[in-house]
């Protein structure tokens, strides 16, 4: 079965410094989601991946799926208190497998 | 456009209770997947509905069991309900396996 691992677990910068959250798979990715979490709500959809190589943005967000689709990092520059929340990134398998597999997310303080 | 949204929004049960929660999806979804998220972890997936058919499930036991209406609604409902089962459950609607749009969950706990 598919698993992902998010590093790091937990991340604390001050506000205006850019930051990286890693997402590494142990299968190829047919698509990689970014979601962002406040704590105990729904997920909020950020970005999604396919294709190897690519790259999306969003405002100050960045996600990129490497050229073997199995790692994506998601950038965030000059961070602001408003990012602070949890990061997950879900995995597709694609085929006849309809599920998404998630990663235990990173939690991000941004101190003002 | 509404996304999807979750009813109730929090709920209390007993051990050994049953619990229905319900999900309406986003419009011009027409397929419902729910999940279960315990404290510090990432969602589970239990299973999806698509033509009112379960079309996946994960490893979840047979407690956990679902239905999708017509209007491609949903409900899932756990039996016997264990302290294990305290977590945020929620549900995710896309168009045919793409793009899944999540509601804001059910808060169950139990005791």
């Known amino acids: 079965s598919q698993e992902l691992e998010q590093s790091p677990q937990s991340l604390i910068v001050q506000e205006g410094k850019n930051l990286t959250i890693n997402c590494t798979s142990s299968?190829?990715?047919?698509?990689l989601y970014w979601y962002k979490q406040k704590y105990g709500e729904g997920l909020i959809f950020l970005m999604m991946l396919q294709k190897g190589g690519e790259e999306k943005s969003h405002e100050k967000i960045t996600a990129k799926l490497d050229e073997k689709k199995q790692q994506s990092s998601l950038h965030i520059t000059a961070s602001q208190p408003s990012h602070a929340g949890i990061y997950l990134c879900g995995a597709d398998s694609g085929g006849s497998n309809y599920k998404l597999t998630f990663g235990k997310g990173t939690l991000l303080t941004v101190n003002p | 456009d509404a996304g999807v949204t979750q009813s109730p929004t929090h709920l209390i049960k007993t051990r050994g209770q049953q619990v229905t929660l319900r999900c309406s999806p986003k419009s011009g979804h027409d397929t419902v997947s729910w999940y279960q998220q315990a404290l510090g972890q990432g969602p589970q997936f239990i299973f999806q509905?698509?033509?009112?058919?379960?079309?996946q499930r994960g490893n979840f036991p047979d407690r956990f069991s679902g239905h999708q209406f017509p209007n491609y609604s949903s409900e899932l409902n756990v039996n016997a309900l264990l302290l294990g089962d305290s977590a945020l459950y929620l549900c995710a609607s896309s168009l045919a396996g793409y793009g899944y749009t999540f509601g804001s969950g059910t808060r169950l706990t139990v005791v």
């Open positions: 509905y698509y033509e009112e058919e379960e079309r």
């Open positions: 299968k190829t990715l047919y698509g």
